[in-house]
């Protein structure tokens, strides 16, 4: 693991010292252009999707790379839906890329499945370690590497901040994606934490907009009600409705990343830089480099931009 704080030449030499190779052309042969597959988790006229992709293209550029002039990379966008992961993950490895980036955890399983020998970093993934995608993260093993957001562990201390914005909530709904690892990971979290913090969770999927209504109208029937919403592509592919619902039924809430409130708030810089420096740094020593194994990488970042965002519900009218 490394510090924001880590300067540069300190990165690239731990980088040189990694040992042997992946099992893939390290390099481009003659004028084969080196080739980047990319899948992502959200739309692609997601608002916080382009900034994203100009992160990563900047980078890039800094570096040397210009998109079309040296470099080929292929976006493909998922937007929550795991049959177009399956679907798209499948079209990207059948362009023999030199590697593939992955946006999230259910991003990466998809690729994994479609491509096992060629390397994949993601951008950001809530508890590789735990979601069962490395082995750890200073040796994580085969061919998956990246930067990590935060272990499962942390989710259950988003309880504590609810309580500190709404000392009466005893009731949480606890927003989460019941089908992938880091849905019932964080969950599992907060379901552990609960009993400290004197309050009792109640899960709720978010699958489909129109149960996700239904279910937080049932659960705001009765008083004493809040509400924690756990990172997730489909959390943040649906954070408009949950946004509106959850100030429709008055629930005080926490939500994971900033973003989750933008553009009231801005973009989420902890998003930003797994896209820029969280990405393409592994990446082009992956291209270039013959690196077998590169350790996952995890930024410290202020609390102010690495913080969950907080949200009150409105006072009522007089």
């Known amino acids: 693991m490394i ?21 893939f052309a390290a390099r481009a042969e003659g004028d084969k252009m080196p080739r980047v597959g990319v899948l992502m988790n959200l739309s692609a006229n997601d608002g916080e999707a382009q900034p994203r992709v100009a992160a990563f293209a900047q980078e890039l550029q800094r ?9 080929q990379v292929d976006y493909r966008w998922g937007a929550g839906d ?71 562990g942390l989710s259950g201390k988003w309880l504590e901040l609810l309580r500190e914005i709404a000392p009466g909530v005893t009731r949480v709904a606890i927003l989460r994606d019941s089908t992938t690892t880091g849905g019932t990971g964080q969950f599992g979290a907060l379901r552990a934490a609960a009993p400290a913090s004197g309050m009792e969770v109640v899960p709720v999927d978010i699958q489909d907009p129109t149960e ?4 937080l109208a049932a659960f705001a029937r009765k008083p004493n009600g809040g509400m924690v919403t756990v990172s997730g ?37 902890m ?19 013959k690196v077998k194994s590169l350790p996952i990488f995890r930024f410290r970042l202020p609390p102010s931009t690495n913080s969950p965002l907080i949200s009150r519900p409105p006072k009522p009218s007089v």
């Open 3 to 23: 510090g924001a704080g880590m300067r540069r030449r300190e990165f690239i030499a731990l980088l040189s010292g990694a040992a042997a190779a992946w099992p």
């Open 63 to 71: 570096l040397g790379w210009t998109i079309e002039r040296n470099l």
């Open 82 to 152: 795991a049959e177009k992961y399956r679907t798209y993950a499948a079209e990207l490895a059948g362009l023999s890329p030199d590697v593939l980036v992955a946006s999230n955890t259910s991003t990466v399983r998809a690729l994994q499945r479609a491509a096992r020998t060629v390397p994949i970093v993601f951008a950001s993934a809530v508890d590789p370690v735990g979601g069962g995608l490395v082995a750890s993260l200073a040796r994580p093993g085969g061919n998956i590497t990246g930067f990590s957001a935060f272990e499962f």
């Open 212 to 215: 996700i209504e239904r279910a």
């Open 233 to 269: 592509a489909l959390a943040g592919v649906h954070r408009d409705v949950i946004i509106k619902l959850a100030a429709a039924n008055r629930l005080p809430a926490v939500y994971p990343f900033r973003f989750f409130l933008s553009p009231r708030v801005g973009c989420c810089p």
């Open 271 to 289: 998003e930003t830089i797994g896209w820029s420096r969280g990405a393409v740094r592994p990446v082009m020593s992956i291209v270039f480099s």
